[in-house]
């Protein structure tokens, strides 16, 4: 994966400033600071999205979620709770096709960070919900 820039701070051609390295993942800093602390995971094997994560990397990448999450939170006393975004698709506001998990310390209501989760419950009945649900669920692998 020539071009893809994660790929590229994976090898050292691009630089960035590092948090944690292993076999499996690199963890450094989102160059954008959306708030001070913003952080990137990415595994070193190039997969584009979730959709892409096998098992074994899943159960190699996955763990170390809350390892990083909680080591942000330690490191500073001000910050309050954390988002973690993992966006999957341009229009889920993916920008680099190479698997990522941001850690966003929230300091504030007024912080640079924020999220919309639009109440639609009113346009669902029960039976509607309940086949959404049902057809979630036979999808999944075993
Ligand atoms: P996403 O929109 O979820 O694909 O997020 C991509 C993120 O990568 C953005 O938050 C960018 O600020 C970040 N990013 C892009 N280039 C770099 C870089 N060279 N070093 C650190 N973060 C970067
Ligand atoms: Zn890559």
Redo the contacts with the bound molecule.
């Keep these: 994966m020539n071009d893809c ?1 994660f790929c590229k ?1 994976i090898d050292g051609t ?1 630089p ?1 400033v590092s948090v944690y390295e292993d076999d499996d993942i690199k963890v ?5 600071q ?1 708030t001070p602390g ?1 952080t ?1 995971l990415v595994p070193k094997k190039h997969v584009a999205n979730i959709f892409e994560y096998d098992d074994s990397l899943a159960q190699t990448i996955l763990p170390k979620i809350p390892v990083i999450a909680r080591a942000i939170k330690k490191s500073n006393p001000k910050i309050l709770g954390l988002n973690i ?1 993992n ?1 999957n698709g341009a229009i889920a ?5 190479h698997s ?1 998990f ?1 850690f966003i310390p929230r300091f504030a209501d007024t912080d640079s960070f924020a999220m919309t989760f639009k109440d639609n419950s009113e346009k669902y009945s029960s039976d509607e919900l309940q086949e959404i649900a049902d057809r979630i669920h036979e999808n999944m692998e075993e």
């Design positions: 820039i701070i691009i960035s450094f800093l989102d160059i954008s959306t913003h990137l975004v966006n506001y993916q920008s680099v096709f990522h941001h």
